[in-house]
């Protein structure tokens, strides 16, 4: 019921509607109940020619007679990669780190279309907690008995994440601090003070920390053409969800109910992410997802990734960042050593993916300065 209010709100209002569609479950869960609600849709999905989400978007869309467009992820988008970081930096006040530099392609595709209000599936993560990445839970934290535990267990991930140990004399020594590891540790012990469990604080950590720091700042770069509205971070379905126990909301059960409750014919498409038909239960689920793998991993049509940060997509951003960072304007600030920098581009040039996110980081704060200093 929370649900259903939460979308009967975000439709509230005479507008024509927007969904960012991909293939899994978040986006299905607001398409399966605008299906039934009889809402007029225009539904978009961004990605590479061949991608899963392409393939099962599109058979979503046919099934609920949205007004579908595939908006094509290609070489020749990325180009001139500088323009669009410096429109990102621009509309997130240099507050967002890009996991593809998709973002600016699709506020083009919104900028084209003819509705004024944009759906997305953001904080759906909390009704399906163990996929919360990089806080998602996991039967390591659910054995914990204290949340002492849980900030030595998280640093690491989080480091996977960021690889902040690689800025590591990175930094002139007026700077340092930038890269010091305790600084990201008392961080993280500071969010951490509220008295709950291990598994409810990852949620908590995800809501308060995460989702501002990340989801935000990506949602202000769309909210500079269209309307943009969540419904899965309703403040009454949140609270609902996080009123259960934590192992009640740790799967997708909650996500199939409600598509269920909906749309039940949804639960029959395929999930990317494991391959299997998004109603499977886990065992289906982990057979499926081998060969689901397997195929991603051979870039078989139908079952590609969304993206390919790692081929011409990473070399467009390398090419960028070394133009940036070696520029003398930014080197005369002395904020970074150029032969520290200039090693983490080696060793990226060299296929090891580690200083993407440092290098990003530097670029971006860079480009900020340019532009408000």
């Not at 009889?38 to 989400?53: I, N, Q, R, Y």
């Not at 970081?85 to 998709?102: A, E, I, P």
């Not at 908590?204 to 509205?229: A, D, G, K």
């Not at 982990?286 to 990473?314: E, I, P, S």
Request: with cysteine; proline share 5%; aromatic share 8%.
């Amino acid at each position: 019921q929370a649900f259903t209010t939460s979308m009967e709100r975000s439709v509230d209002g005479s507008h024509r509607y927007g969904l960012s569609l991909s293939g899994g479950l978040d986006t299905r869960v607001l398409l399966s109940a605008l299906t039934r609600m009889g809402v007029p849709l225009s539904t978009f999905t961004l990605g590479e020619p061949g991608c899963a989400d392409e393939v099962i978007a599109y058979k979503l869309a046919e099934m609920s007679s949205s007004r579908h467009r595939f908006v094509p992820l290609e070489e020749r988008y990325l180009a001139d990669l500088l323009p669009m970081t410096q429109k990102m930096v621009s509309l997130t006040d240099g507050m967002y780190t890009s996991h593809g530099f998709t973002e600016v392609l699709a506020l083009n595709a919104f900028e084209e279309s003819d509705f004024s209000v944009l759906l997305r599936g953001h904080a759906g993560e909390l009704a399906k907690a163990s996929t919360a990445w990089p806080l998602h839970t996991d039967p390591t934290i659910f054995a914990m008995q204290s949340k002492e535990q849980l900030v030595p267990y998280l640093l690491p991930r989080l480091d996977s994440l960021n690889h902040g140990q690689l800025a590591r004399g990175v930094f002139a020594s007026g700077f340092s601090e930038a890269a010091d590891e305790q600084v990201a540790t008392q961080s993280l012990q500071t969010s951490s003070h509220v008295d709950l469990p291990p598994p409810d604080l990852c949620s908590y950590l995800y809501l308060h920390e995460y989702h501002r720091r990340v989801t935000v700042p990506s949602l202000e770069i769309f909210r500079n053409v269209v309307e943009v509205r969540l419904p899965l971070a309703d403040a009454d379905f949140v609270e609902c969800v996080l009123q259960a126990p934590s192992k009640w909301r740790d799967g997708v059960d909650i996500h199939q109910a409600l598509i269920a409750r909906n749309s039940p014919e949804f639960l029959r498409v395929r999930n990317p992410n494991t391959g299997a038909p998004a109603g499977a239960g886990p065992r289906t689920e982990f057979v499926f997802d081998k060969l689901n793998t397997l195929l991603r991993r051979l870039n078989v049509y139908g079952y590609r990734h969304y993206h390919a940060f790692d081929g011409w997509m990473r070399r467009a951003f390398l090419q960028t960042a070394s133009r940036i960072l070696f520029d003398p304007q930014t080197l005369e600030r002395g904020v970074v050593k150029e032969s520290a920098v200039r090693g983490l581009v080696e060793r990226a040039q060299a296929g090891d993916a580690a200083p993407d996110h440092v290098l990003q980081v530097l670029m971006l704060v860079e480009l900020w300065q340019r532009e408000n200093l």
